[in-house]
């Protein structure tokens, strides 16, 4: 009785969350004109699948492992469920059919339906088997995914978004390459800046050296700055130089730490 009422909320609760992923994610591709539930990251990375199914599978795909482990393991939701898997394979269940984005993954509706649905078998899924696997099998289980996922995310999934910025042109695999390794120094993952180098690089191939991609790279450049200094890369890249930082310099840094 106990596994039926699981199921039961599971598939209601999936389906809200599967539709409000879905819906928000394809509005995003609607901004500014029209506000959108959603991450500028989950923006980026659907992008970066290019509209093929198989790709927007498999990245959904890599972090269900993760969201599965953390789910039998701690009994809790990552954020990956919404931002990655939801959104992505409700992108996949519909290009099968129709490869035309601005009728599938850039419309609301067809995506919050696609969502619900995968929303109501992947949350039902997740809650289920994380009730019924054993607590002595639930540290394998996670023994096991957990170093799984953390290969993929932080080995395979680089790899394959800077091949992306290459094959998307000159431009998107200079600046990929550029600010995912910069962002693989400072933040330990390439992803989030070939994400950007992509943005950057369409942008200008797209509109050329406008306002706008002015001020995407400039945003670009200060969310480095910003992240390295408050991770306290520019400290580490002293020390491993061997210099010293200057006393202004930990100052600053002593500003804004919390002890």
């Known amino acids: 009785m106990e596994f039926v009422i699981i199921l039961l909320k599971s598939l209601v609760i999936g389906g809200l969350l599967g539709f409000a992923a879905g819906a928000g994610a ?25 509209g093929d199914p ?18 039998v393991g701690a009994g809790a939701f990552t954020q990956d469920v919404t931002h990655r898997v939801i959104p992505n394979w409700a992108t996949a269940a519909l290009l099968v059919k129709n490869k035309n984005v601005e009728e599938t993954m850039h ?5 919050g339906i696609s969502g619900a649905i995968i929303g109501m078998l992947l949350v039902a899924f997740l809650n289920t088997t994380a009730a019924a696997i054993p607590e002595a099998l639930q540290v394998t289980a996670v023994a096991v995914l957990v170093p799984a996922a953390t290969t993929l995310i932080n080995i395979v999934m680089p790899v394959l978004f800077w ?28 992803v989030p800046g070939v ?34 200094f408050f991770r306290g890369f520019d400290l580490q890249m002293l020390e491993s130089f061997r210099l010293d930082a200057p006393n202004w310099l930990n100052n600053l840094h002593d500003v804004f730490t919390v002890e």
């Open 54 to 71: 198989a790709s927007h599978f498999s990245f959904g795909l890599g972090f269900f492992f993760n969201a599965w482990a953390s789910a």
């Open 163 to 190: 091949l992306a910025a290459i094959d998307a042109g000159k431009r998107s695999g200079f600046w990929g390459t550029l600010f995912g390794a910069i962002a693989q120094m400072i933040m330990g993952n390439a």
């Open 107 to 111: 419309n609301p509706k067809k995506m």
């Open 26 to 50: 394809a509005r995003m591709f609607h901004a500014p004109s029209t506000q959108g539930l959603g991450a500028f990251r989950t923006l980026g990375e659907m992008n970066a699948c290019e």
């Open 195 to 228: 994400v950007l180098g992509i943005l950057v690089g369409k942008g200008v191939d797209e509109q050329g050296w406008t306002r706008i991609t002015k001020v995407i790279l400039t945003a670009a450049i200060l969310l480095f700055v910003f992240s390295g």
